[in-house]
């Protein structure tokens, strides 16, 4: 379905409106090749809260950014490839409702849609443009996948010691390996995950037990206990430039379907002047 957009012109049109909709701060989004399947805002569940992003599905990549005025400009321009993507659906949960998590090897996050239809459709479209991508590469789908954060609300005592309170000072920290937050000196060890990064990252000591049984077992030692990354632990993408609105008021478009309904239509006006 995607294929036939490939060379159309209204295709190219679109993204470059979003190549420049991000403005300097995006990376050029154009390659040959490269549709645009759909685009819409999702609610992110980010280190602190939940955000609204604008989303973009593209064939091969999903590209979310902060928005910024009326909605038309956006910044903070993420990348994510899509062979390396893999979704797995939420229960609704309270109010987080019509979720799913986007999981891939370097970072894994949560999102939810306005309405359940549109869950669907987002997944649908994502989960073809990822098997049509597999099958045209022969590659197998990535099985390693980062663990999702637990929300820094969600913790106000380390998940490991279960003593340490959050304060200014005592700042909380995220394992790389399972996402729990947890205190410094509950991880004070570094890891070598090489999914997710070339350096070693901050594990939990739970996870840094488990990983080094486990490679044991396997071979040789491969772990590092002492800080030798330097990661910066906070990966929040904050935006003190504007108050976000929470609301969901663009839904998702699907430029396949539209196009779809524009050539009917033309095809149907031929079919008249014929007839
Ligand atoms: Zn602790
Ligand atoms: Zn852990």
């Known amino acids: 379905m995607v294929d036939r957009l490939v060379n159309s012109e209204a295709n190219a049109r679109r993204i470059q409106l979003v190549e420049s ?10 390659v040959p090749g490269r549709v645009l399947v759909g685009e819409g805002v999702l609610t992110k569940m980010c280190r602190k809260r939940a955000k609204a992003r604008q989303f973009f599905l593209f064939n091969d990549i999903l590209v979310y950014g902060n928005i910024l005025m009326n909605r038309k400009k956006y910044n903070k321009q993420h990348i994510i490839p899509l ?11 309270g109010h987080f409702r019509n979720g799913w998590v986007i999981r891939t090897a370097t970072k894994s996050f949560a999102v939810y849609a306005a309405t ?3 869950k669907q459709e987002w997944m649908a ?17 990535v099985e ?31 394992c790389r390996k399972c996402g729990a937050v947890v205190c410094n000196p509950c991880s ?4 070598l995950l090489p999914h997710q990064s070339s350096k070693p990252l901050r594990v939990c000591l739970t996870c840094y037990d488990s990983l080094t049984r486990a490679k044991v077992l396997t071979s040789g030692e491969n772990s590092f206990s002492k800080d030798s990354s330097g990661e910066d632990d906070s990966d929040d993408e904050d935006d003190t430039n504007r108050s976000q609105q929470e ?6 478009v ?6 779809e309904e524009r050539v009917a239509a033309q095809s149907r006006e031929q079919q008249a002047t014929v007839a």
């Open 125 to 141: 479209h994502i989960n073809k443009c990822i098997e049509d991508l597999l099958r045209k590469s022969g590659k197998k789908a």
């Open 254 to 259: 699907s430029w396949d379907s539209e196009e």
């Open 144 to 174: 390693e996948h980062a663990a999702v954060w637990v929300p820094d609300s969600e913790a106000s005592i380390c998940m490991h010691c279960k003593k340490s309170n959050f304060t200014v000072l005592n700042r909380r920290h995220h």
């Open 83 to 93: 062979e390396a993507v893999k979704l797995e659906s939420l229960e609704d949960d």
């Open 188 to 191: 004070n060890k570094r890891y």
């Open 21 to 30: 909709c991000f403005g300097s701060s995006g990376q050029p989004l154009a």
């Open 247 to 252: 609301t969901h008021d663009e839904h998702f």
């Open 116 to 118: 359940s239809t549109e």
